[in-house]
């Protein structure tokens, strides 16, 4: 099973409800899987900064005194701290710096994403547990993907939780189980991507990834997806500034989207979206198989 | 004439409700309101009675429905009517997968798009949709009749048995053993008589296409091993 939801915003004023409405959205896909949950939401970007998002199993031991721990490299940053995670914003240019020094400093300490814009937060436990954790719904955003997960393909735990993020402000969610993840990760680790799990969907995730770093654009890579992955999978996707859907051919996990004047919006289920605003005059649909679906805020300016 | 508000009442007292009717004539119309997407709704109807759902429904609406009416006013999640027995079955929007699938009997009436696996191992039941079909429809369908006013998608009837498909548009693929056949009199006014009772007007049943089974795969036959 698994529960994904996914929610672009067209309509600025909807911005500071982005992570209530996801929040919402997710909650209902509880019963799709109960192992564990996450969100990765777009906010907004600061000028000349980038946010490193990071996870820690010892959170209290691994945040004291980090940012003090990072100036005396000369690396300034700002630490906030939600629970399990916290987002550090550093300059721009500092982001590999930053996490070379953070793997040495504080070993025990997990990258989830980093980005321009984005933020993401997972653990195990149920949507409203996660959620309430992280106070996602207060988060404004632009855009925002979310997952609850029912683990088959790899263990329960943090990082086997979905999104997964692989390049700088991209993130996957996925519903159903890759076949030739094992050949594909050796091929991907032969191209330079490194891999914190033993999961499928991180290989989906860095496929993408690799793809993009090749100049592809989100439509493009997930095309290329279609020939190259085998398995099962509804996938949504995220980047900085686009959103994109794709099934494959045999399409049996589900998907339904909705589009108004307001937004796109995906749920594993109808059940979903029935709380978004306008949903009754929204055109809702099933997505084709084998077909990419994609919303891009710079190309639609 | 029973409301029911899935938004206060519990999804398993209207089903409950639904299956303390007695058996034998009677008039007894329910309406469902707020269904928001969920799942079971109306299954499991034994007695002659008239359901309106007002809204969209999850997985396996009016599942193994037996002699009921069930109308949803919206769209319809994977398996609707699956394993109908008889009765009548219409979704005013779209259909998600597998509707209709293994159906026994009854008329199931799609009046938006089927997606995948429509009528997948049919047994008897009447599926007429006024849209699209997806891919692999009526698969092992063995027997009823899926009639689609629009196109239908890959691998049509792949290894069917003896159901009947009436295509207007187009056929994207056929599958394994399902080939178009002639149109004889007696399809044209089963086809006449289906339309008639799935509402569908202005349309003629000379604008379709018969397919059924070549009849290869059904008995194994070692010559035909390389088809399977």
Redesign the interface.
């Known amino acids: 099973m698994c529960g994904i939801v996914g929610l672009f915003l067209k309509d600025r004023s909807l911005e500071p409800q982005l992570g209530a409405l996801l929040s919402d959205m997710l909650v209902t896909m509880t019963d799709r899987g109960p192992d564990s949950a996450g969100i990765a939401i777009y906010g907004a970007p600061s000028r000349g900064k980038a946010k490193i998002t990071i996870q820690s199993a010892t959170p209290g031991a691994d945040f004291a005194r980090l940012e003090g721990a990072l100036a005396e490299l000369d690396l300034r940053v700002g630490l906030t701290v939600k629970s399990t995670h916290a987002v550090l914003e550093v300059e721009a240019d500092k982001v590999d710096e930053t996490r070379a020094a953070l793997a040495r400093l504080r070993p025990g300490v997990r990258i989830m994403g980093s980005g321009d814009s984005i933020e993401i937060y997972k653990e195990t436990g149920l949507p409203k547990d996660v959620v309430a954790r992280f106070d996602v719904r207060s988060m404004a955003g632009t855009h925002g993907i979310g997952h609850t997960r029912m683990a088959t393909e790899s263990a329960v735990t943090t990082l086997g939780a979905h999104p997964f993020s692989t390049g700088a402000d991209q993130c996957l969610v996925h519903n159903g189980s890759l076949s030739n993840h094992n050949n594909l990760r050796r091929e991907l680790v032969r191209e330079g991507m490194t891999f914190e799990t033993q999961n499928d969907t991180e290989v989906a995730a860095a496929y993408l990834s690799a793809k993009l770093a090749k100049g592809e654009d989100l439509g493009q890579a997930l095309t290329s997806a279609l020939d190259d992955l085998d398995g099962f999978f509804t996938f949504v996707v995220g980047t900085k500034s686009g959103f994109g859907v794709v099934r494959d051919?045999i399409?049996?996990k589900?998907a339904?989207m909705a589009e108004t004047d307001r937004y796109v919006a995906f749920g594993s289920?109808?059940?979903?979206?029935?709380s978004l605003p306008g949903i009754e005059d929204a055109r809702?649909?099933?997505p084709?198989?084998a077909t990419v679906y994609f919303w891009d805020h710079e190309k639609a300016a | 004439m029973p409301v029911i508000d899935l938004a206060v009442t519990p999804l398993r007292d209207l089903n409950s409700a639904l299956h303390a009717i007695p058996p034998g004539p009677n008039d007894i119309a329910f309406e469902v309101v707020n269904p928001?997407?969920?799942h079971s709704v109306a299954v499991g109807i034994d007695a002659p009675v008239a359901v309106d759902v007002k809204g969209?429904v999850?997985?396996y609406c009016a599942g193994m429905n037996d002699g009921g009416s069930v109308t949803v006013h919206g769209?319809a999640?994977?398996g609707v009517a699956e394993n109908m027995m008889s009765g009548k079955v219409v979704i005013e929007g779209?259909a998600?997968?597998y509707a209709g699938a293994t159906g026994r009997g009854g008329l199931l009436v799609i009046k938006g798009n089927a997606?995948?696996r429509c009528g997948i191992s049919m047994k008897g039941i009447d599926i007429v949709v006024h849209g699209n079909i997806?891919?692999m429809s009526a698969f092992m369908g063995q027997s009823g009749h899926l009639v689609v006013l629009g196109d239908a998608g890959d691998a049509l009837g792949d290894s069917l048995y003896e159901a009947k498909l009436f295509v207007r548009g187009t056929v994207k693929s056929l599958g394994s053993d399902c080939i178009e056949k002639e149109m004889r009199p007696e399809h044209l006014s089963k086809l006449a008589e289906l339309l008639e009772r799935a509402g569908v007007k202005g349309v003629r049943p000379e604008e379709f296409k018969r397919y059924g089974s070549a009849r290869k795969l059904y008995n194994f036959n070692i010559d035909n091993a390389d088809a399977y």
């Open positions: 051919p399409a049996c589900p339904v289920e109808y059940r979903a979206l029935v809702v649909w099933e084709e198989p | 928001r997407g969920s969209s999850g997985y769209s999640g994977p779209d998600s997968q997606a995948s997806g891919h």
